[in-house]
């Protein structure tokens, strides 16, 4: 088999086992989408619960405060019930009015943050309504992501050992000049030459268009076997016949 030859069964086998590569990288890059969709959900959720345990704390706090008071207000109406004297009666009355103004404010204060607890908890229900969903569609994607990868699988196991055995019979050299242009052009390193006239010499690269300089078709019909790179964009040249001729 001439260089040329094997070069192009190389880029035939390459490029099947790029095109299946996209497509199993293409269903990864989707799931990983997905799963940054669900970490941002687990996050918000997260912060919604953390608002939440702290008014529930604070409400609580507040409500032990009044607590507090309501044993101080206690003792004082047994103490009040006890006493026979005016005056006494008279101050522990107006102690006992102080405790009870304190404590409404602290209870008024409690019911503020429940009411805020409540309208948080109502923001949990949609992040967890939200969160559910991002995981639904994750999961959606990662059955889609294994079914392609189950698919397709064997087929690209067998195009990788297909291509490493054209890849042997590329010499050396041309091989390492195949995988950098290659991977410069996601896989396409040939281009054909695309005669536009004859009568006046004109050649093109099939790849990029560019007119090739005479002696380079030249070159190739004293010997299709040259290894001739387009002066633009580098991709291997080869004539239309050099295909049919092996
Ligand atoms: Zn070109």
């Given at each position: 088999m001439s260089v040329i030859a094997a070069l192009r069964h190389l880029q035939r086998v390459?490029?099947?086992v790029r095109a299946l590569s996209t497509r199993l990288d293409g269903a990864a890059d989707a799931l990983a989408a997905r799963e940054r969709e669900v970490t941002t959900a687990n996050a918000k959720l997260a912060e919604a619960e953390s608002i939440h345990r702290q008014l529930m704390a604070?409400?609580?706090n507040l409500e032990a405060e009044s607590g507090s008071f309501k044993v101080r207000i206690e003792s004082l109406r047994v103490e009040l019930n006890a006493t026979?004297?005016?005056s006494q009666y008279d101050i522990i009355l107006g102690e006992m009015g102080t405790l009870q103004e304190k404590r409404d404010e602290l209870d008024g204060q409690a019911l503020e943050f429940m009411t805020k607890a409540?309208?948080?908890q109502a923001r949990i229900t949609d992040a967890t309504t939200h969160r559910d969903e991002r995981v639904r569609r994750r999961d959606a994607a990662r059955t889609e992501h294994d079914q392609r990868q189950a698919d397709i699988a064997d087929r690209l196991a067998e195009l990788r050992r297909e291509r490493e055995e054209a890849a042997i019979q590329v010499p050396a050299k041309e091989l390492a000049l195949f995988n950098s242009i290659a991977d410069e052009h996601e896989g396409e390193a040939m281009a054909e030459v695309i005669e536009l006239s004859a009568?006046?010499?004109?050649?093109?690269?099939g790849a990029c268009n560019i007119e090739l300089p005479p002696r380079a078709y030249a070159a190739l019909m004293g010997n299709n076997d040259t290894i001739i790179c387009c002066p633009s964009c580098r991709r291997i040249l080869?004539?239309?016949?050099?295909?049919?001729a092996d």
């Open positions: 390459d490029s099947q604070s409400a609580k026979s004297k005016k409540d309208a948080q009568r006046h010499r004109e050649y093109t690269c080869h004539l239309a016949f050099a295909e049919k």
